[in-house]
């Protein structure tokens, strides 16, 4: 058994040291203070962030501060566990329905971030008897959620509405068709042509997936996405 550790301990060190992308070590930032396009690093250097997605810079607004000191005072730091066991607040309740209208929607739902969005979605909503198809640059939480889903997965070329059409008409009967994609791909910065997702979507009655991670507040009228 010690052996065992002892190898599993240098093979830690191995993965720590050589970097987890095949040669490209993975580098710890610290930031010293609040989130923003300028940041303190160590040496109290001052850098600008490229790679944070902070794009509305409300990490370190003021209004953001106060606003969440405020509400810690009347609500506390968090429900200690999970909602469904604890119960939500009524203000996770009041900022779900604020959201619902922002986008003109029946209703919103919370979760921690958008990594368990696409998790908890995914696994929910499609099984085995489903299709969806997924661009090749959409999210490690979309490629992910999918994959727990234990749908059927579809990859079509990223941003190629002709490869997407020809998998679509491919696909054979399925329960649910889904389309998922990126409103605006981090990575990339590419933005997608929503009105040929949504034709191809009607006449192969499919469903699309529209991630906004990147894109609500950002773009679109009011920052609607």
């Known amino acids: 058994m010690e052996d065992k550790k002892d190898e599993f301990t240098e093979y830690c060190e191995y993965i ?19 989130q923003g396009s300028t940041v303190t690093v160590e040496n109290n250097h001052k850098v600008h962030n490229f790679c944070s997605n902070n794009y509305s810079g409300l990490a370190g607004d003021d209004r953001m501060v106060a606003a969440a000191e405020a509400t810690m ?23 779900e329905r604020k959201i619902a209208k922002f986008h003109g ?18 696994q929910a909503c499609f099984n085995e008897a489903d299709a969806i198809f997924s661009d090749s640059e959409n999210h490690a939480s979309i490629i992910d959620g999918i994959r727990l889903s234990k749908a059927k997965k579809f990859v079509y070329k990223h941003l190629d509405t002709k490869d997407l059409e020809s998998k679509l008409a491919q696909a054979g009967d399925y ?29 192969y009655n499919a469903m699309i997936y529209l991630d906004e991670c990147h894109s609500a507040g950002v773009i679109g009228e009011n920052g609607r996405g």
Do not use: W
Not at 16 to 31: L, N, Q, R, T
Not at 175 to 185: M, P
Not at 191 to 197: K, T
């Open 105 to 122: 929607t029946e209703e919103a739902l919370l979760y921690p971030s958008g990594y368990h969005t696409n998790l908890g979605t995914f």
């Open 175 to 203: 329960r649910f068709k889904c389309i998922v994609t990126e409103g605006i791909f981090s990575m990339e910065a590419d933005i997608l042509d929503l009105q040929e997702y949504v034709r191809l979507a009607k006449k």
């Open 16 to 34: 720590v040291e050589s970097g987890p992308f095949d040669g490209f070590k993975a580098v710890e930032h610290v930031i010293y203070g609040k």
């Open 73 to 95: 005072k009347t609500h506390g730091y968090g429900l200690s566990s999970a909602p469904l066991m604890c119960g939500y607040q009524d203000i996770h309740k009041i900022l």
